[in-house]
């Protein structure tokens, strides 16, 4: 089968994840064949940088023989039981081990789903069943943040503040609130009606006071948890002001709500550190956890718990009434638990710590001198581009799209980076090198100055084919 044949049966058949599946019908999907290391194929021979690893989970690099031999010993060995009914296998155990071993100390027992999404699922589910336990069933709140990504289920999108999701399929869960997001580029500096020359620190501690505020106006006996990204990805890789955690953490503290640190895309190895928390010098009462934990090799997710949750559900609970049929599935775990072991032996998390992640963050930085960049921010291995109109230094109408035409001409330049509006991010596998780096920072800047040709050119289509501009 050829490009054609593909595309013809995807357009007939396959409805794809977050998709306006009529456009993609009329444009055609890209077919990717194969990948290794950090490199992406598509069927017509196109080598493409990953600059996502894929959707910020390949943290070590696509190709890697030893995940494949993991998989498929344990196929081999017991392809599929359950951890249901006082039953459970080697690698669940192990790969339980080990996720606590790693984690912040007072994080002791993990529940495993299959996804993120059904992480946060685990997570509402068992916010308020603790608090019921603990004679408090009034406590059903979850304060969520504006723009956060907590995955696509009903309570993952509930969770979530993404206003289109929400805008599709009728009310979500009952319960859920949001507030303000530590967008200091977006909604700080560049938000409607906001202060004159308020810098980034204050701001920060305005969202947590919004936070604050939102307890006190649903009711402190009210509210069981706060949920939030350390560092949002989806949102489009907002790093909060260093003012903004340690308001959270005051507000929190003075309150009896839980935290609960989606981890989803920061932990393990994303920020420098093997999980965001550890970085923002957070402590987690549950922490969900999926994509870097398999590299994406094969789907699983789940909760990491502290103590004071899971020894009230353990003691006080009785059956708990949840779980998935892959829960902990063997092949999954086996493959999460080879990818730690290699991520500690290569000495992955310090590497983004001390040497790629300030490799990137210098080339990275020198992009705010393009034109079109407003500003250039990263963490560990994941960074933004915010677009600005170069004639006024302020952002585009988003209805012209100047993001996603980016992001079309750096996939025709050999690189994915994506777009969130005029966001553009970056999160590459964590295995990247220096000169793959350097491979990288050219493309982008090659995309940038396509970008700002095109703008030039108004007549020009907004959206290039991609057949006709690929290298
Ligand atoms: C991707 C993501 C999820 C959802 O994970 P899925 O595996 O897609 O269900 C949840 N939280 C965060 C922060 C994510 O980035």
Not at 57 to 80: D, M
Not at 287 to 316: C, F, H, N, Q, W
Not at 335 to 357: F, I, P, S, W, Y
Request: charged share 20%.
């Amino acid at each position: 089968m050829q490009t054609p044949d593909y595309q013809r049966l995807d357009r007939a058949h396959h409805l794809h994840p977050f998709t306006d599946f009529k456009a993609l019908g009329e444009e055609g999907s890209r077919i990717i064949e194969r990948a290794e290391g950090v490199y992406i194929h598509d069927a017509e021979g196109h080598r493409i940088l990953d600059g996502m690893a894929g959707l910020w989970c390949v943290n070590l690099g696509y190709g890697r023989e030893e995940l494949v031999a993991a998989a498929t010993e344990q196929l081999h060995r017991l392809p599929y039981y359950n951890n249901f009914f006082k039953t459970t296998h080697p690698p669940a155990v192990k790969l339980a081990e080990k996720l606590c071993r790693l984690a912040p100390a007072h994080l002791n027992h993990v529940f495993f789903t299959g996804s993120g999404s059904e992480a946060n699922d685990t997570v509402l589910r068992m916010v308020r069943r603790y608090w019921a336990l603990k004679g408090k069933p009034e406590k059903q709140w979850v304060i969520g943040r504006e723009n956060g990504y907590h995955g696509s289920t009903v309570a993952g999108m509930s969770l979530g503040g993404m206003a289109p999701m929400h805008g599709q399929g009728g009310p979500g869960v009952p319960k859920i609130a949001h507030v303000r997001q530590p967008y200091w580029f977006g909604e700080g500096r560049f938000g409607e009606g906001r202060p004159a020359g308020q810098d980034p620190e204050a701001f920060g501690r305005e969202c947590a006071a919004a936070l604050e505020a939102k307890i006190q106006e649903l009711g402190e006996d009210q509210v069981a948890a706060f949920i939030a990204e350390p560092v949002q990805g989806a949102g489009g890789a907002i790093i909060p002001p260093a003012s903004y955690w340690p308001a959270v953490k005051a507000v929190l503290a003075k309150y009896d709500i839980l935290l609960v640190v989606d981890e989803v895309i920061c932990g393990f190895g994303r920020l420098g550190e093997w999980f965001g928390s550890v970085h923002y010098g957070l402590e987690p009462d549950l922490m969900p956890i999926a994509k870097g934990l398999s590299s994406g090799y094969l789907p699983i997710g789940g909760v990491l718990v502290g103590d004071r949750v899971a020894e009230t559900l353990i003691e006080e609970g009785g059956e708990f009434f949840h779980g998935f049929t892959y829960s902990g599935h063997p092949a999954c775990a086996a493959v999460a638990l080879r990818n730690l072991e290699l991520m500690e032996a290569e000495g992955v998390v310090q590497r983004v710590r001390d040497d790629v992640g300030p490799y990137l963050a210098e080339r990275w930085a020198a992009l705010a001198g393009h034109p079109l960049v407003g500003e250039a921010r990263s963490l560990g291995l994941i960074g933004a581009l915010e677009l600005v109109d170069p004639a006024s230094g302020e952002r585009f109408d988003s209805a012209r799209g100047v993001g996603p035409l980016c992001r079309d001409l750096c996939f025709a330049g050999g690189l994915v980076m994506r777009s969130v509006g005029d966001t553009m991010i970056i999160s590459p596998p964590l295995v990247i090198s220096h000169a793959e780096i350097d491979e990288l920072m050219e493309k982008a800047r090659a995309a940038l100055d396509a970008t700002l040709a095109r703008l030039a050119t108004p007549t020009t289509p907004t959206t290039p084919k991609q057949e006709e501009s690929l290298p």
